[in-house]
């Protein structure tokens, strides 16, 4: 493009054109924060399970602040990485939303250890994060976090019914709120990017 | 009756840049480019003009190492533009009465 003049019709064309593509921007492995969370969270849990199972030490369950150690400065280095070149409202209304969402959980996780309650930590965290997954997927229009959100909302209830079972059910929750969305997004995402890549070398 | 179209947008770079620039809340240079296909010095250039008319804020940082140029678009950009859609609506109504 260059600065010339243009008549009504290309102007109309121009804006329509710009505003398409900004909004089709599909950027590649975007759905990698899923997949960090997911199989940080997955690995922690199966950390934390043998720990106590195989020592009895209930300590082990300090453990779960490895979660925000390990998820954080992963999560911040992949953004680093891959750099979008543009924030829409929809992005940053997601990053608050998980910034609340995120330390309402570290919060209830804390309270959970000091005042004994651990056990319902186990339906709370899928509650919050589960509302996380949900929200995102309602408003960035993608079904199976939405769906795997609302998974997570109501199969976390089973910990609280079936409490020697909890830490495989939380597990599991993890795996349909967060990885499975997550493999879903990066194959939906480089689908996209090669069809849009087909495309700008035909237009070329 | 047509409707004066805005001089500053009523050009093909500017008005990409504009269109980018009303839907999101904030975008680098590097994506503008690519989205406009435009070269770096033209864009600079067009990146001055609409910030001199007030229409964006182009602020200048670093992501790392590395120098970063972003663009948002302003209040009185936001009316500029849409000033000059409703203006470009009556130049196409009357094409399509005529």
């Given at each position: 493009m260059e600065e010339k003049a243009i008549n009504e019709q290309e102007s109309l064309q121009i804006i329509t054109k710009m505003i398409r593509n900004t909004q089709k921007r599909m950027v590649k492995n975007e759905g990698n924060t899923f997949l960090i969370w997911g199989y940080t969270t997955l690995a922690v849990t199966i950390a934390v399970g043998l720990a106590i199972h195989f020592s009895g030490n209930w300590r082990w369950n300090y453990l779960w602040f490895a979660i925000p150690v390990i998820g954080a400065p992963l999560n911040a280095i992949f953004r680093h990485n891959t750099p979008k070149g543009?924030?829409?409202?929809?992005?940053?209304?997601?990053?608050?939303?998980?910034?609340?969402?995120?330390?309402?959980?570290?919060?209830?996780?804390?309270?959970?250890?000091?005042?004994?309650?651990?056990?319902?930590?186990?339906f709370i965290v899928p509650l919050i994060?589960?509302?996380?997954?949900?929200?995102?997927?309602?408003?960035?229009?993608?079904?199976?976090?939405?769906?795997?959100?609302?998974?997570?909302?109501?199969?976390?209830?089973?910990?609280?019914?079936?409490?020697?079972?909890?830490?495989?059910?939380?597990?599991?929750?993890?795996?349909?709120?967060?990885?499975?969305?997550?493999?879903?997004?990066?194959?939906?995402?480089?689908?996209?990017?090669?069809?849009?890549?087909?495309?700008?070398?035909?237009?070329? | 009756m047509f409707r004066e179209l805005n001089p500053i947008l009523h050009s093909e770079l500017r008005l990409a840049i504009m269109s980018i620039l009303i839907s999101v809340e904030s975008a680098e240079f590097t994506y503008i480019k690519k989205e406009t296909a435009a070269t770096s010095g033209n864009l600079s250039v067009q990146l001055d003009k609409l910030s001199q008319a007030g229409y964006i804020t182009v602020k200048k940082g670093f992501k790392g190492k590395k120098p970063c140029t972003t663009c948002r678009i302003t209040t009185e950009g936001i009316k500029a533009f849409r000033e000059y859609v409703e203006a470009i609506k009556t130049y196409l109504d009357s094409g399509k009465q005529g």
């Open positions: 543009v924030r829409t409202y929809i992005d940053t209304v997601i990053k608050y939303v998980w910034i609340v969402l995120g330390i309402a959980c570290f919060f209830a996780s804390v309270l959970s250890i000091v005042s004994g309650l651990y056990k319902n930590i186990l994060i589960g509302s996380g997954s949900a929200i995102t997927g309602m408003v960035v229009k993608f079904t199976p976090a939405t769906v795997g959100g609302f998974l997570g909302i109501a199969l976390g209830a089973l910990t609280l019914f079936f409490p020697q079972y909890s830490l495989i059910t939380f597990a599991m929750i993890f795996v349909i709120m967060m990885i499975i969305p997550g493999h879903i997004l990066n194959s939906k995402s480089r689908k996209m990017n090669k069809t849009e890549e087909a495309s700008n070398v035909q237009g070329a | -």
